[in-house]
């Protein structure tokens, strides 16, 4: 099916391949399932959404021709990513150690959307997406906002999987040691994400 020169089911197989592929955005909902439930993760989820959306729709209508101009803004997106993605990571297991009340919250819309912007992997995924699938000839603005609805619909699916899963093996680490390897282990797999990051 094609409409506005956009081949809908191509396009949405392959964000769906980009969304449910692991990464940061995957690691963090899984944990987030894991502590917090589903419901309470059901900001983060929409927060991917609508900022991997939004970041992609810029791109189609003309924003990647920043990087074009700024090649360091790059760098500095990948280091700003780098940088959140250790915080977190820090930020889970150091909680209890810092404070003895101090609790970890799931990240709310706002922070999950914010995040897309300085997120690797989710700029490889826009900016392959609006490369491939923006159609030559057709209404910028009409073709954007019909990428838009793609993708945002593709993510709420994809992201509602993970923290699914985080769900799901939340009974096998009802015992709090057992929770603690999972949360150091997750936060062992962020500070590597963010090595790979800044050093590819």
Not at 2 to 26: D, E, F, K, Q, R
Request: charged content about 5%.
């Amino acid at each position: 099916m094609t409409i506005l020169g956009i081949p809908y089911i191509a396009l949405a197989l392959y964000y769906w391949t980009m969304s449910v592929t692991p990464g940061p955005n995957n690691v963090m909902l899984t944990m987030s399932g894991v502590n917090f439930g589903f419901n309470r993760t059901g900001p983060h989820i929409l927060g991917i959404a609508i900022g991997c959306a939004v970041q992609t729709f810029l791109l189609c209508i003309g924003f990647g021709v920043l990087f074009e101009y700024f090649p360091a803004l790059q760098t500095i997106l990948k280091w700003a990513g780098a940088a959140y993605l250790i915080y977190l990571a820090m930020k889970l297991v150091g909680a209890k150690v810092a404070n003895a009340e101090a609790k970890p919250k799931p990240l709310t819309m706002s922070e999950a959307a914010f995040f897309q912007f300085i997120n690797p992997k989710a700029w490889v995924k826009a900016t392959t997406t609006a490369s491939i699938f923006m159609p030559v000839g057709t209404s910028i603005l009409a073709s954007g906002l019909a990428i838009f609805t793609v993708c945002t619909a593709v993510n709420v699916v994809s992201s509602s999987l993970w923290a699914g899963f985080g769900v799901g093996i939340r009974k096998l680490l009802s015992t709090p040691v057992y929770l603690k390897v999972f949360n150091y282990s997750m936060a062992a797999l962020l500070i590597g994400t963010a090595a790979y990051v800044v050093l590819v």
